[in-house]
């Protein structure tokens, strides 16, 4: 079960940096540089908007890449965890 824990924690930690990182850097730029948020890129969408939609996007493909690393890596981890939890208790 430590195992698994210290797999998991090991595999996500960087995912939630990097989607803390976009976050805070689309809170200090849109504090600090407004003007630079407000520079239009197409029409009336401006780089404010794409930061935003960035941060959006950023947090769909973690989610979705911590689906699939959970049903490939962390469930055989977690049978083999529950199978040696079992066995300990039957034993006693």
């Known amino acids: 079960f430590k195992h698994l824990v210290k797999f998991k924690a090991d595999r996500v930690r960087p995912a939630v940096v990097i989607y803390f990182l976009t976050y805070v ?21 401006t780089l404010g908007y794409a930061f935003i939609l960035f941060t959006y996007l950023t947090a769909w493909a973690v989610a979705l890449w911590y689906v699939k690393v959970a049903d490939v890596e962390f469930d055989p981890l977690k049978r083999v965890a529950i199978k040696s939890i079992e066995t300990e208790g039957s034993s006693q």
């Open 25 to 45: 850097m689309l809170s200090v730029v849109a504090g600090f540089a407004p003007n630079l948020m407000a520079i239009k890129l197409v029409g009336a969408f």
